[in-house]
């Protein structure tokens, strides 16, 4: 069991690179939105982890990246990478939930580490472009068992858990849209290291 411990602390120190703008922007356009979801399972049978990844440059250009990892018994990774252009009404939809004044007005800080016997751990973060500064919205949960409810607030400050619920109400909406784009209106693109995540 320690040996998972190991796995998730690596895992885990990997991840807190990426978590928080230290990519990179995309090559062609001006970066509006990066948002990033995805979770590690150590106590899934296998192990594994999903990362997705949209950029969503202010000419409504578009880079996705979604990657699902089997972490052991043996390394097996499928990377899909696609790249085109949003919709008018996916454009304006995108447009009106950044302008939302609640995800507007969270700010990020605070974040508590999970607990070192958590064995599954999930995220959902946004990076939005605002004028000259850029928001950063970050928000986690983790769990000891894999689809097990989640353990983030326990023995957790209220102010840390306000902020929290926040968080999620917040960047909901924006992963539902992400979730509800049709995969088929873009197309196969070249990875390129830095987009969205190593």
Request: charged fraction near 20%.
């Amino acid at each position: 069991m320690r040996s998972c411990y190991v796995i998730l602390t690596f895992v885990l120190m990997m991840f807190a690179g990426t978590a928080f703008g230290q990519n990179t922007p995309p090559n062609t356009g001006t970066p509006l939105l990066r948002l990033k979801k995805g979770f590690i399972a150590l106590s899934a049978n296998p192990p594994l982890e999903s990362r997705s990844c949209v950029v969503v440059n202010v000419n409504g250009e578009v880079y996705i990246e979604k990657r699902s990892h089997v972490i052991i018994p043996k390394s097996q990774a499928h990377l899909e990478v696609l790249e085109g252009q949003l919709t008018d009404d996916q454009f304006s939809n995108l447009s009106a939930l950044l302008a939302n004044p609640d995800l507007a007005g969270i700010s990020d800080g605070g974040l508590i580490h999970p607990p070192g016997d958590s064995t599954n751990l999930a995220w959902i973060t946004a990076e939005i472009q605002r004028g000259s500064s850029r928001q950063e919205i970050d928000y986690r949960y983790w769990g000891r068992y894999w689809k097990s409810t989640s353990t983030e607030y326990d023995n957790a400050p209220p102010a840390y858990i306000t902020l929290q619920k926040a968080r999620l109400s917040t960047l909901t909406p924006l992963a539902k849209w992400y979730e509800s784009l049709d995969l088929s209106q873009f197309h196969a693109a070249e990875f390129e290291p830095g987009e969205c995540m190593p």
